[in-house]
């Protein structure tokens, strides 16, 4: 089961803008840190930024003054607000959470199914 959702990505100019954002399923109640990781064709998957459940952010030196990651105030979505956008940007975008909870049980290590952006020069 998909219990995170990307949209946003498309296709943009340099220097240009986009918003991604990370939806949690319905069934999802709480969920911890938020992550942002983007793959490269040919490259390994990377993180981007980080959001704590408290709304810390980390971001990666690459993106550091460019990408800004907020969250809900529910805490069940994420977003990813990309500017000054570089063709290096270029990738598949992932949201993951390494924990959450439903009225159930614990889900870990949950990845949504990726939202491609690509920056043309």
């Known amino acids: 089961q998909v219990d995170l959702v990307e949209s946003g990505g498309g296709l943009v100019l340099a220097g240009g803008s986009l918003r991604l954002s990370c939806t949690a399923s319905e069934r999802i109640t709480t969920i911890g840190s938020m992550y942002w990781y983007r793959q490269a064709p040919g490259r390994q998957r990377e993180v981007v930024a980080e959001i704590t459940e408290r709304g810390t952010p980390t971001y990666a030196d690459s993106v550091r003054g460019r990408f800004t990651i907020s969250r809900d105030g529910d805490k069940r979505s994420s977003y990813l607000q990309m500017n000054s956008l570089k063709a290096e940007d270029t990738g598949i975008y992932f949201c993951?959470?390494?924990?959450?909870?439903?009225?159930?049980?614990?889900?870990?290590?949950?990845w949504g199914q990726g939202t491609q952006v690509i920056v043309s020069s």
């Open positions: 993951y959470s390494p924990r959450m909870t439903t009225a159930w049980n614990v889900v870990y290590n949950q």
